[in-house]
């Protein structure tokens, strides 16, 4: 198999425009659809689509900000036309790179068809706490849940009569080469032991395992393979997905994400990652402290190449001082050792099933976690959300572990997210506030995600989006 010199791929600013046809979903629009989407003003979501089109347009490119990248294409729009026969995209001064010869590129194409569903199902779902079917009042929990499992699926993310074998990977998309291949030696090893692979869909961390698994799965001839990619719209807008997704879905915000993740995973891989990863890995935690989770079997590893060890060794530590040793029992850390990884996750994910069999539980959703409101409430990161966060040791667990995840919810907002650095052009720095010796564990850690390059991706220069106080 050859590839394309890189030096006749197009000037990532070239573009061309063109009309092609949604692929693999959502082939038809009603018409009051077709104006949601087409609706420009304040009350419509176009300005979201044209961000997270052009985004998965621009697949292949090293970014993590949404601002720069529609200042290169300027002038991108997107269009839906309606016609008789379903409806079309037209799409004005788009990356020339996401075309081969005039035509769209299958993947990506795939890919841009599952933002617009997703983007209109949700709407469809708005949460008014009654039961669309009964007519019975929900909880907000309970309509929370449902919602995320609606958006989950129509995407057709769903495989009923599947063993469980789907792992979580998580990890940072500023990462270094050793870790990148180290990722990618781990999913080699799941894939060879026939585990799909599920992810937050960009770079890095996040595109490794999958890439290591697919070698794997050609290997043993494992086929239909699933490379799930779970994003929402502010982080999609800002890190294109990796072309080996194969099965896309945005949810509506970072909440749901995270719940979608835990709900569908079999099983969760953390490698090394910045805040985005710490947020995840406190989201984890604080719903498997939760009184009613505790005997609910969820393996979870942390792991990377030797290098990594001193970074682990600190997110270990804080999670201790902070969340205490009943959040440390509930992971292994494994260091530079893909095999031990992969035997490891195989036999957690025998037990999952075995216990799903055990209570008739479904294999393709976990229903049985309960995840308080403090994880499912939407954390919207403005100044005075950011510095009202209550950081103290004194308060339960479970709270705590929700705040932190908030707070770095919102670093993650100011470093990559377009409203998040446009807040923090208004106004300055978010500041948090926490008991001294909170902050000071705090501090350590936010240090070294900057000193180790985790914030942004590697040439970028980065300026902090906080303050501690």
């Not at 068809?113 to 708005?126: E, T």
């Amino acid at each position: 198999m050859t590839s394309t010199p890189a030096t006749t791929r197009p000037a990532p600013t070239a573009t061309l425009s063109a009309v092609v046809s949604p692929e693999g979903s959502l082939e038809v629009l009603s018409q009051n659809e077709v104006q949601f989407l087409r609706d420009t003003s304040s009350h419509g979501i176009h300005k979201v689509l044209r961000q997270c089109a052009l985004a998965i347009l621009n697949a292949g490119v090293a970014t993590d900000d949404a601002r720069s990248t529609l200042e290169r294409y300027p002038d991108f729009d997107i269009e839906i036309l309606q016609e008789d026969r379903g409806v079309r995209l037209k799409l004005t001064a788009a990356p020339a790179h996401a075309f081969v010869d005039g035509e769209m590129i299958r993947g990506i194409r795939e890919q841009l068809s599952s933002v617009l569903r997703d983007l209109v199902f949700a709407k469809a779902q708005d949460i008014d706490g009654v039961s669309h079917l009964t007519g019975q009042k929900l909880s907000d929990s309970e309509a929370t849940t449902n919602i995320v499992f609606g958006l989950l699926r129509n995407a057709r993310l769903f495989t009923p009569s599947k063993t469980p074998n789907l792992v979580v990977c998580w990890g940072g998309h500023s990462i270094s080469r050793e870790e990148y291949d180290y990722s990618k030696a781990v999913g080699y090893q799941l894939g060879l032991r026939r585990m799909d692979i599920c992810t937050g869909c960009g770079p890095g961390a996040m595109k490794g395992p999958m890439k290591g698994a697919n070698v794997a799965h050609a290997k043993q001839r494992y086929a239909p393979a699933r490379y799930l990619g779970i994003s929402e719209p502010g982080i999609i807008a800002a890190e294109s997905p990796n072309p080996i997704v194969n099965q896309l879905t945005i949810m509506p915000d970072i909440e749901k994400r995270l719940e979608a993740f835990v709900r569908v995973g079999h099983g969760i891989i953390v490698f090394p990652g910045g805040v985005g990863t710490a947020e995840e890995i406190l989201y984890l935690l604080g719903i498997l402290l939760h009184p009613d989770n505790r005997d609910i079997p969820y393996p979870v590893i942390f792991t990377g190449p030797a290098s990594s060890a001193d970074y682990f060794h600190q997110i270990d530590e804080f999670i201790g001082a902070t969340l205490g040793s009943e959040a440390q029992n509930r992971y292994r850390i494994i260091i530079d050792d893909p095999l031990e990884v992969a035997t490891s996750m195989a036999a957690g994910v025998n037990e999952v099933t075995q216990f799903r069999r055990e209570h008739q539980d479904a294999f393709y959703f976990n229903w049985r976690l309960v995840i308080p409101d403090a994880f499912q409430k939407p954390f919207v990161p403005t100044h005075a959300a950011m510095a009202d966060l209550d950081l103290h040791g004194d308060i339960d667990k479970a709270e705590l572990a929700a705040n932190l995840r908030r707070a770095f919810s919102g670093i993650v907002a100011g470093n990559v997210k377009d409203q998040g650095i446009a807040e923090i052009e208004r106004h300055g720095p978010f500041k948090l506030n926490a008991e001294p010796e909170l902050m000071r564990r705090l501090d350590t850690l936010l240090k070294s995600f900057v000193e180790q390059q985790r914030m942004k991706l590697p040439g970028s220069d980065y300026v902090p989006c906080y303050t501690l106080g």
